[in-house]
């Protein structure tokens, strides 16, 4: 049984950045598509950022240029550098893996057989 755990989480103010970091058994990146997905207080779950199994990235637009999803240092890890935060990034952060390539949608969730607990992001002002 694959087991995902996300750590790096906490309190920030806006402008500041933060690094995520997931810990997976049993998967390596040739094999599996992992990726990135947070939930805002009230808000359905969306897709923050994936990697493949060939390394090709797919980030949410209000991502684009702040967050850098990639390979940790450490082996079977997966990082989430997240610069220039603002509020609305407040939520609890999601790592999510499969074992084949991501969906052709990158973001959807049924594409994801695992999941880790999420850690929280909380972006003040």
């Known amino acids: 049984q694959v087991q995902l755990v996300e750590s790096g989480g906490g309190s920030v103010q806006a402008g500041g950045s933060l690094r995520l970091s997931c810990a997976a058994s049993?998967?390596?990146?040739?094999?599996?598509?992992m990726g990135w997905f947070r939930q805002a207080p009230g808000k359905e779950r969306e897709g923050v950022a994936v990697i493949d199994r060939d390394g090709s990235t797919t980030y949410a637009d209000s991502m684009k240029g702040r967050f850098t999803i990639s390979k940790g240092n450490a082996k079977n890890t997966l990082d989430l550098q997240m610069n220039s935060l603002k509020r609305e990034a407040t939520a609890m952060y999601y790592c999510?893996?499969?074992?084949?390539?991501?969906?052709?949608?990158?973001?959807?969730?049924?594409?994801?057989?695992?999941w880790g607990q999420g850690t929280q992001v909380t972006v003040s002002s």
């Open positions: 049993e998967l390596t990146y040739s094999r599996d598509c």
């Open positions: 999510a893996a499969d074992r084949s390539w991501c969906p052709a949608i990158k973001f959807d969730e049924k594409g994801y057989d695992y």
